[in-house]
Structure formats: C-alpha cells, structure tokens
C-alpha cells in the first residue's frame, strides 16, 4: 500500500478529495474499505512491538482502522487541524472529550443554544462527575465574560445555533478563553469546515457530528475532534479504552462525503439564501431567522467568518386571525407534502421541525423562552431539491394558515 505525496498549499476542494489518499496493491482508484476487527503480524516479535507501541502499524479497529485513518487525516487537512480522533457519534465525540480531557471541580461556559443532547450531558452526566457547566447566550461577550471562573477549562459553543441562526463570535472568544487559560471548543456540525474553519479563527478544537452536512445524505452516524496533536493524543487514549469507535463502512460513506462537501454546503447555502428571502416577502411569516438575510443581528460577522450562510433557517408563523401557536405551526407543518418531517438536517432532502415539541422538547418552559424557542417557531433544513418546489411546499403551508399565496 501507498500513500500519495500530495503537492503543498492545496485547496479545501482539492484536500477533500486527494487528502490522505491510500492506494492499495491492487492499484484501487476509489479509497479501500477494510472491514476487518483485527491485524495479523509477520512473527511474535512484531506483535508484540504493536502492541507496545513501539512499532507504527494495525492491531485492533477499536483504535486503529486504515478506512477510519482516511476519514480522519482529510478531515484534520480540511479544518486545518494536526490531528482528528472519529467516534460512532457526534454525541459520543463530544462526550468523550470532555470526559478525557476533565476532571471534578472543573467547570465548563457554553452557549445556551447548544444540541439539546449536549445539554443533556453536562446537566445529568458531566455534573455527577463535579463538573459544572454555566449557560450564556451566544451573542452576549459580556456574560461570556462574566462567567469565566478560575476553574474555568472550556467555553463551548455552536455556530450558527439551532434554531435560531445566531452566530457567536469566534476570535473574540477564542482570546477570552486564552487570556484565562481555557480553551475554545466550536460544535462546526452547521457550516462544516467548507464555510467555516474554526481553528484558523483561534478556536482550539473542533467538533463534529459527521451525521449530518460530511455525510450529506443521512445514511451514517459518526463523530470527530479536530485540534493540536497533543490535546488529540489524550483523546485518543481516551477512545482507545472506552471503545465508541467509528466503524469502518461509516468512515467509508464520509470519505465519499467529504469529497462532494463543498459543492453541497454551497448548493444548500444558495438553496436556503433563495427561500429566506422568498419567505421574508410572504404573509403569514412573522419573521425569519437567517444569518444571510441582511437584517439579521449578525449578518457581518457570519460574513466574516463564515464563506456561505449553511442550509438551516427558521420561521415564525401567523394565522390569518394572528395567533402565533403551537397550533399554527403545525398546521404549516402538516400541509407540506414534499418536504421530510423529521428532526434531522444536513440531508440533501429538506426537513421540516418544530423545535418547541420535539428537538428542545425537553427543555423547560423557563429556558425555552429565555432561549427563543416559541411555540410558533419552524425550522427548516433546506436541502437540494428544485428551488421552485421548495416554494411551492412552503406555499401550502402559508394557505393552510388562511393566507392567500402570491
Ligand atoms: C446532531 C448534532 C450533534 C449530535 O450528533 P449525533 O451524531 O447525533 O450524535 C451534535 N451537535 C450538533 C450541532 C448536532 O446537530
């Protein structure tokens, strides 16, 4: 087998494609997929060099699986990071990394509007543990500020948020944890490094569900970290002891994922960009939130450190009597007919969800209001299909709330 020597100072199109390119002896083309659960060694003395550590090279595919190391280097090329650790989950990636790499006592800043399940984990999990999260919203420096504590190791956070689009500032928060001694940890599961490379705006680590946007079009659950070798090396030996590994079928389907992503984070930015601005000029449509539409709160800094807006938006809907309920929006959401109801995003097909009673469902009704979360609330993750029908399914949503569609 072979690994290619690529020329430097390619491209991420280029790295998503060429990266890590591993040729086996039968000259494969397409990266090799190795289903195997064990490596076999030339004689006892290899085997036991492996095994010690002392000789690079195969043992197990809980902690080293050629088809996994693929995924992992050109995914680390993409974001521009040293090194990349992949897990079965975005939630086993972001669970393990803070279970490598903390301890009691410690105490984590994230922001309020992170994945309902990572605030699950630091809620139930990371506080029986004597780690204690504090909760801020994205877009306020100063409470960032405020809650940093001596004990303060991470500032967490996701952008843009779900649902609602907002957009935390990575520079200034990745020089506040520095100047305190913590890291910056972003969850880039919404831009994907295509539209945005956290690292390279001073964040330390990043973090992805390869479910969603690597894959593209939702067949596999996967995880990963990307950041400096040493920090990864922790979460390696992590990984290596407690087993949520990515298989080696799912590291083949990113593979082919991460080769088509820039074309689809731009064709699902366009997509979404057209129906936000559509659906800005339609009745019924009390207010969409999107960080491409120029009055959003932070359109210039999304600008700025983002090269495309991403696929997600959100809606707040209005009936034609003016109620904006619970009601309405799920007449909205059962008059489509072409688009998926269903939580999930990062799909070539468009999804349809209301957050309020499913994806921040267990949220209480206090934080569900101080987060933005009402009950009129839609999110939509727009996928590929013809712009036209896109349109034409919202329309039927709008008509079901007694307006008339122009
Ligand atoms: C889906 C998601 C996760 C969790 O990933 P899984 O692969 O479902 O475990 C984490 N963060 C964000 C932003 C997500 O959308």
């Known amino acids: 087998m072979s690994e290619r020597q690529l020329p430097d100072d390619l491209s991420i199109e280029t790295l998503a494609i060429r990266a890590a390119e591993l040729r086996t002896g039968e000259m494969t083309h397409s990266e090799p997929l190795f289903l195997t659960s064990s490596f076999v060694y030339e004689n006892a003395a290899q085997a036991a060099a492996r095994f010690a550590g002392d000789e690079p090279g195969n043992v197990y595919s809980r902690f080293t699986n050629p088809t996994v190391s693929i995924f992992e280097q050109r995914l680390a090329a993409m974001e521009g990071g040293e090194r990349c650790v992949a897990f079965a989950s975005g939630m086993a990636a972001i669970t393990s990394t803070f279970l490598a790499l903390l301890k009691p006592g410690d105490h984590i800043v994230s922001s309020r509007g992170v994945f309902g399940t990572t605030n699950v ?3 139930k999990y990371l506080k029986k543990f004597g780690i204690e999260t504090t909760l801020v919203d994205l877009t306020d420096l100063d409470a960032w500020r405020a809650a940093v504590r001596p004990e303060t190791r991470f500032l967490y956070l996701e952008t843009p948020s779900n649902p609602l689009a907002e957009v935390g500032d990575i520079r200034a928060l990745a020089e506040l944890a520095h100047a305190h001694d913590a890291q910056l940890i972003v969850d880039n599961c919404f831009c994907s490094p295509a539209l945005q490379q956290p690292l390279a705006l001073g964040a330390d680590l990043v973090i992805h569900s390869a479910t969603k946007y690597l894959d593209g079009q939702g067949r596999c659950l996967g995880g990963a970290v990307v950041g400096p070798k040493t920090t990864l090396d922790d979460i390696y030996g992590f990984l290596r002891s407690t087993g949520a ?26 997509n979404a960009q057209a129906l936000a601005d559509w659906l800005v000029q339609r009745p019924g449509i009390a207010r969409v939130h999107y960080a491409g539409l120029k009055d959003h709160p932070q359109h210039a800094l999304a600008k700025q450190q983002q090269s495309g807006f991403g696929g997600v938006l959100s809606i707040e809907v209005e009936d034609s009597a003016g109620a904006r309920d619970r009601q309405a929006a799920w007449r ?15 799909d070539v097909k468009t999804t349809i969800t209301h957050p309020a009673t499913t994806t921040h469902g267990r949220v209480s009704a206090e934080e569900k209001q101080r987060s933005g979360i009402t009950e009129n609330l839609i999110r939509i993750a727009v996928g590929l299909e013809g712009l036209a029908d896109l349109k034409a399914d919202m329309a039927r949503g709008i008509t079901a709330l007694g307006h008339l569609v122009r």
């Open 121 to 123: 984990v630091y809620e």
């Open 245 to 270: 590994t990515m298989s080696a079928f799912n590291a083949w389907v990113f593979i082919k994922g991460l080769e088509t992503l820039s074309l689809r984070m731009k064709a699902h930015s366009d």
């Open 332 to 346: 909205f959401i059962d008059a489509t007919r072409l688009v998926s109801i269903t939580a999930n995003l990062g």
